[in-house]
């Protein structure tokens, strides 16, 4: 597609039940990161993919936080057990070559 | 580590107003710096960047300059439109931006009256 695509825009879960978030980057797009923003912060890094490869995922706040990228295409953001403090808005980054980051619209995610 | 602090918001000015947002970081070595802009409802977009010192960025009519001694990276624009109104985010990254991650900063709210 033109751009980053992230499903579902909008979640609500209630606390204790297990999400998952999708972002289809831009084709042929090496690069893929997922940031957690929280209302009215900035962005925070969580985790970062280089094709399938996962090389860094020092952001993730808890080992319920859990990505993947099989194909080294389409990435899966799981969160097990959530948790209200994992409200927030996921957002998802591709990027290639030298060139900046292209950033989806993001996955609202509501805990009640 | 790395960090970036932006001023505070919210910022409201009138149309054609002179817009200055502050950016300063904390960062080894020499980052690339980065403006990002979100408007309601939309993801991040890339408003203009600088790689290295005294690099100007600009785009549609905003302007910031990468100034290595005193760590700042100032947003300029000398007259603001309604249609600017968003919040702002300085960030920056070890390298061009493609394969580290990008440390923000809190954002900055800006509202253009007409």
């Known amino acids: 597609g033109a751009g980053v695509s992230q499903s579902p825009r909008y979640k609500v879960a209630k606390r204790g039940q297990d999400v998952a978030l999708r972002c289809d980057p831009i084709s042929g797009h090496v690069s893929l990161f997922w940031y957690q923003q929280a209302l009215g912060q900035g962005p925070e890094f969580l985790t970062y993919?280089?094709?399938?490869?996962?090389?860094?995922k020092s952001g993730l706040p808890s080992d319920r936080f859990f990505a993947e990228r099989p194909e080294g295409s389409v990435s899966t953001l799981k969160i097990q057990r959530t948790q209200q403090e994992d409200s927030a808005v996921y957002l998802c980054?591709?990027?290639?070559?030298?060139?900046?980051?292209?950033f989806g619209d993001g996955t609202r995610l509501s805990i009640l | 580590g790395d960090s970036v602090t932006q001023m505070e918001g919210p910022v409201t000015l009138s149309e054609e107003a002179f817009l200055t947002i502050n950016c300063t970081y904390t960062a080894t070595g020499y980052p690339s710096l980065f403006w990002y802009v979100q408007y309601p409802g939309e993801g991040l977009q890339l408003l203009l960047k600088a790689t290295k010192a005294d690099d100007k960025g600009s785009n549609k009519g905003f302007e910031a300059t990468y100034r290595k001694e005193t760590t700042s990276f100032h947003l300029e624009k000398g007259s603001v439109q309604v249609s600017d109104s968003a919040v702002y985010f300085c960030?920056?990254?070890?390298?061009?931006?493609?394969?580290?991650?990008?440390?923000f900063g809190k954002g900055t709210l800006l509202t253009v009256n007409p």
């Open positions: 993919f280089q094709n399938e490869a996962q090389l860094d």
């Open positions: 980054a591709s990027s290639k070559d030298s060139q900046p980051q292209h």
């Open positions: 960030a920056l990254s070890r390298t061009g931006g493609s394969n580290y991650k990008l440390t």
